[in-house]
């Protein structure tokens, strides 16, 4: 190894960094769209994610499905039980979406709101570099997935879109520190900004809450609809602490996620569908969406 | 096979690897990383120039598949190749303690560069909370886990590609 380092050779490996910092500074999540080569390099990961969590999967589940088998032939009955029921219930729902259509066209309400259908996907691989909160999904522009689209799970809000590729999505998960949105206190209707305190031990804060706001442990947090990537109503935690921030003035308070994101195994993705039409509300039996409705019953 | 082919495999299995299984191998939230200590084996087994460009393909692939910020992995495991072909050149490789200070040394160097590079172009990640509660933990974490690689590994390097890939 020569000893002897000519200025020119600094001068280049400096320029090459500051080019380089340069390209990692463009390259942030807040830009339109990754790259073809992004898109490329995370194409042909997808299937090798795909075996490696295939083979993974089933060594982790072996012990639990040996061990499990006759708790898992009840479970399964009594899950036979319960969607007899829910059936039921969802017939009242239908009865009640329909009517709720047809009264808002009475009304002659403005109907800006996009409906959304979900899409289930599978989670392939997690971000493993503990920087950023995020999981890459099977499915990507093939299934219709665009970029800030909302995700969910049967507990509640995942995260959004990041970036999308031919096969695969990464979701930027609510518990990144990139992850903020708005909020509100589902009971009082009082809007604040939720974001990740601490992404590894999954710790939100709900933020900007005025000082003579009564807060309540336990109360549901759900997303507010502002800004215009969720919907309003989306499940997102329950107050575990309140704290009184900024001189008094303001108050502070720590959300736990319904989600439970370290056991994440599949999401759903809300795509858009176009508004309905008031044409198409004549032929009313017909616009029933075929899935049900993302949100989640209220706990409250 | 040829050498460069196994170490492309390598490297791609090692990525694919850290995504899809290393999560779940996570305690209270540090996960270990498989790429770092695949860069910092190939630099204290096969030399700086092969072990800063092993530390430059493994990194530029993660910022890739990461799809942002590019090229901060990248810098980061190139100057932890560089720091580890420096310090550990010319030591006896088979003794354990050789591979797990390399490792222990790298992934300080890599942590606490990524973090100053992170925050020189304003990525959010916190410096002094992660250096504190994170790199020491994680940095145990990759050596304990190094400690079970370094056998395999060696023997891939040693053994299986006795050709250098730039001879």
Redesign the interface.
């Known amino acids: 190894?020569p000893n002897k380092v000519s200025y020119g050779r600094i001068f280049l490996i400096a320029a090459a960094?500051i080019i380089?910092?340069v390209?990692?500074?463009l390259?942030?999540?807040s830009r339109s769209d990754?790259t073809v080569?992004?898109k490329l390099?995370?194409d042909i990961?997808a299937p090798?994610?795909s075996v490696?969590?295939f083979v993974?999967d089933k060594i982790?589940s072996l012990p639990l499905y040996l061990g499990d088998i006759n708790k898992t032939i009840d479970e399964n009955e009594a899950l036979k039980r319960e969607i007899l029921g829910l059936r039921q219930e969802m017939d009242k729902y239908e009865a009640a979406y329909k009517e709720g259509i047809r009264l808002r066209a009475l009304l002659g309400i403005a109907d800006d709101m996009t409906e959304w259908i979900p899409v289930a996907a599978k989670i392939?691989?997690?971000?493993?570099?503990?920087?950023?909160s995020?999981v890459?999904i099977r499915g990507g522009e093939d299934k219709g997935f665009e970029k800030n689209m909302p995700v969910i799970n049967a507990d509640g809000l995942v995260g959004r879109i990041?970036?999308v590729s031919q096969y695969t999505s990464?979701i930027l998960l609510l518990t990144d520190?990139?992850g903020a949105m708005g909020a509100l206190i589902q009971t009082s209707r009082t809007p604040g900004v939720i974001e990740s305190v601490d992404?590894?031990?999954v710790v939100l804060q709900l933020i900007h809450i005025p000082a003579d706001v009564d807060i309540e442990l336990g109360q549901v947090i759900v997303t507010s609809g502002l800004g215009g990537v969720f919907p309003m109503g989306l499940r997102i935690g329950y107050i575990s602490e309140v704290s009184t921030v900024d001189g008094g003035l303001m108050q502070q308070a720590y959300v736990k996620p319904f989600v439970d994101f370290?056991r994440l195994e599949e999401v759903m993705v809300l795509t858009h569908i176009p508004a309905i039409e008031e044409d198409v509300l004549d032929e009313e039996e017909t616009v029933m969406p075929t899935t049900e409705s993302p949100l989640p019953p209220s706990d409250e | 096979m040829k050498p460069k082919i196994i170490l492309a495999i390598i490297i791609?299995?090692s990525?694919?690897?850290?995504?899809?299984?290393?999560?779940?191998l996570?305690i209270?939230?540090?996960?270990p990383?498989?790429p770092l200590i695949l860069a910092v084996f190939a630099a204290l087994l096969k030399g700086?120039k092969y072990g800063i460009v092993c530390g430059c393909i493994v990194g530029l692939?993660?910022?890739?598949?990461?799809?942002?910020?590019?090229?901060?992995?990248?810098?980061s495991l190139m100057l932890v190749a560089l720091v580890v072909a420096r310090t550990m050149t010319g030591l006896y490789r088979a003794n354990y303690i050789i591979p797990l200070s390399a490792t222990a040394i790298g992934s300080l160097v890599y942590y606490i560069s990524?973090l100053l590079?992170?925050n020189?172009?304003?990525?959010?990640?916190?410096f002094w909370e992660?250096l504190v509660s994170?790199s020491l933990a994680?940095t145990l974490y990759n050596t304990f886990i190094a400690l079970l690689l370094y056998v395999i590994i060696y023997i891939i390097f040693e053994k299986i590609m006795k050709r250098n890939i730039f001879d």
């Open positions: 190894m960094i380089v910092l390209i990692a500074a390259t942030n999540p990754i080569v992004e390099t995370q990961m090798v994610k490696i969590t993974y982790r392939i691989g997690r971000d493993g570099s503990s920087w950023y995020t890459t990041q970036s990464e520190y990139g992404s590894r031990n370290n | 791609l299995l990525i694919a690897f850290q995504d899809a299984c290393c999560p779940y996570a209270s939230g540090i996960i990383n498989i700086e692939l993660m910022d890739l598949n990461a799809g942002k910020y590019l090229g901060l992995n990248m810098l990524f590079l992170s020189l172009i304003g990525t959010g990640v916190a992660n994170f994680a």
